[in-house]
């Protein structure tokens, strides 16, 4: 099973903070340009086995 959030509206300035935060709490996160020049950031939460599952394989990219 597996959560998703989206901040949406996030300044340019506060953007990676966002990201390094999901990614530190163990989400795969994505981020996208809106058209007003802020962010929308994604995160996907997964539970704890299909995470280390998803850490793995991303490890060997």
Avoid: H, Y
Wanted: proline share 5%; hydrophobic share 30%; net charge negative.
């Amino acid at each position: 099973m597996q959560k998703e959030r989206a901040l949406t509206d996030i300044p340019n300035d506060e953007v990676d903070e966002v990201v390094n935060d999901f990614q530190s709490e163990g989400a795969k996160t994505t981020k996208e340009l809106q058209p007003n020049g802020n962010w929308t950031v994604r995160a996907i939460f997964f539970n704890p086995d299909e995470f280390q599952k998803n850490m793995t394989s991303s490890s060997r990219s």
